[in-house]
């Protein structure tokens, strides 16, 4: 691996530039990015300390900023200091402008202004806290989404991460044995949604949980092959039996799990509203 500084430089909190970044890097091989993050950069002596930072440990610079001036200094200091510097949305904001026949409002971190939006975010958030691993079960009609599946399917991530997107979000847990909550057989308005995963790979990641929580009983029906893939196949009966939509989690990340979610939830508010 070749270590590389990478210096992410923003007038905002650095969430937009971090992602773009990531979603990049991923292409090379090889390569080892130590990360150097200049978030909420809205000063001269701020960009001052930045470039200064960047003077320490040259790299390329990514960058979102709106205001021209402290773009101009950036720019000339990375120029200076011959290093790289790429304004990573300026095709996409121009290009849109053009598009829109409208001027930039060059103001920064309007992506995060308290807004109806951002307060359906934190009531969707809380929400999924309130509403997890089968919790608070009267309040189940209230969501719009409700995950079910076995122990270790990534429902919580993938509640919390719907939650940043507005989406209310609870999540019930599959034990067999135990009955689900009565109320997910009559919440028409809800999109109930299985969750499950090859059951080799949910034993090594129980037999992983046990671990980091000290819990060395590798001889439990909990992580026990044959026990697992009965769990599995009971949740995905249930599963069909309520023509609930499935979704295999094995080889996904919680965004793609969470990408399917939204895209299924659209579709049933789309089939509620004809």
């Given amino acids: 691996m070749t270590a590389y500084h990478l210096h992410l430089v923003s007038d905002a909190t650095g969430e937009t530039i971090n992602s773009v970044a990531r979603a990049c890097l991923v292409q090379f091989e090889g390569i080892e990015p130590i990360e150097h993050v200049w978030s909420l950069v809205r000063t001269r002596g701020q960009m001052e300390k930045a470039l200064r930072g960047i003077a320490d440990h040259p790299g390329p610079v990514l960058f979102t900023l709106v205001n021209d001036t402290l773009r101009g200094f950036l720019v000339e200091g990375c120029r200076d200091l011959d290093v790289p510097c790429i304004p990573v949305l300026d095709p996409v904001i121009h290009r849109l402008a053009s598009c829109f026949g409208v001027e930039i409002s060059g103001q920064p971190g309007l992506q995060h202004a308290l807004?109806?939006?951002?307060?359906?975010?934190?009531?969707?958030?809380?929400?999924?806290?309130?509403?997890?691993?089968?919790?608070?079960?009267?309040?189940?009609?209230?969501?719009?989404?409700?995950?079910?599946?076995?122990?270790?399917?990534?429902?919580?991530?993938?509640?919390?991460?719907?939650?940043?997107?507005?989406?209310?979000?609870?999540?019930?847990?599959?034990?067999?044995?135990?009955?689900?909550?009565?109320?997910?057989?009559?919440?028409?308005?809800?999109?109930?949604?299985?969750?499950?995963?090859?059951?080799?790979?949910?034993?090594?990641?129980?037999?992983?949980?046990?671990?980091?929580?000290?819990?060395?009983?590798?001889?439990?029906?909990?992580?026990?092959?044959?026990?697992?893939?009965?769990?599995?196949?009971?949740?995905?009966?249930?599963?069909?039996?309520?023509?609930?939509?499935?979704?295999?989690?094995?080889?996904?990340?919680?965004?793609?799990?969470?990408?399917?979610?939204?895209?299924?939830?659209?579709?049933?508010?789309?089939?509620?509203?004809?």
């Fill in 115 to 274: 807004d109806a939006e951002y307060f359906q975010r934190m009531d969707a958030m809380n929400f999924a806290l309130a509403h997890d691993d089968g919790q608070l079960q009267d309040g189940l009609a209230k969501a719009d989404v409700v995950l079910v599946g076995v122990s270790r399917t990534s429902k919580t991530p993938t509640c919390l991460y719907l939650a940043n997107r507005g989406i209310k979000t609870a999540n019930v847990p599959v034990v067999p044995g135990c009955p689900l909550p009565p109320q997910l057989q009559a919440m028409p308005k809800t999109l109930v949604i299985g969750l499950t995963k090859d059951p080799e790979r949910l034993v090594q990641v129980r037999r992983n949980r046990l671990r980091m929580i000290a819990e060395g009983h590798d001889d439990t029906d909990y992580v026990d092959l044959d026990s697992v893939r009965e769990e599995v196949a009971f949740a995905r009966k249930l599963c069909r039996q309520n023509s609930w939509p499935i979704i295999d989690v094995t080889r996904r990340s919680i965004e793609e799990t969470a990408a399917t979610v939204m895209n299924l939830y659209a579709r049933h508010r789309g089939a509620d509203e004809l």
